[in-house]
Nanobody, 115 residues
Framework: QVQLVESGGGLVQPGGSLRLSCVAS????????MGWSRRAPGKQRDLVAQ???????TYADSVRGRFTISRDNVKKTVWVQMNSLKPEDTAIYYC?????????WGQGTQVTVSS
């Protein structure tokens, strides 16, 4: 049974930092793509950052330079370090993987940026 478990969300003041973690389990071989997306209140789910197994990374324009994605292929874990957080970063953050032609999603973790 495949599973993605996120952790690290919470409440942070503007300008602060958070690090989200996601552990993927139940996948028998290497995972092609690991990433994060988010859904802000009243908005659609958008890409935050994505990491290919070969090392290529992609970022949304709104987070580039502030967020950094990293992964451990052996541990099947992906992180996103979020710095200089803004109120508009408030959202539910979802971890996902692309594996053998399918997407799998975590349940999400809430990030709230507020003073």
């Amino acid at each position: 049974q495949v599973q993605l478990v996120e952790s690290g969300g919470g409440l942070v003041q503007p300008g602060g930092s958070l690090r989200l973690s996601c552990v993927a389990s139940g996948f028998r071989s290497n995972i092609d793509v690991m990433g994060w997306s988010r859904r802000a209140p009243g908005k659609q789910r958008d890409l935050v950052a994505q990491s290919w197994i070969g090392g290529t990374t992609t970022y949304a324009d709104s987070v580039r330079g502030r967020f950094t994605i990293s992964r451990d292929n052996v541990k099947k874990t992906v992180w996103v370090q979020m710095n200089s957080l803004k109120p508009e970063d408030t959202a539910i953050y979802y971890c996902y993987v692309y594996y053998n032609g399918q997407y799998y999603w975590g349940q999400g973790t809430q990030v709230t940026v507020s003073s």
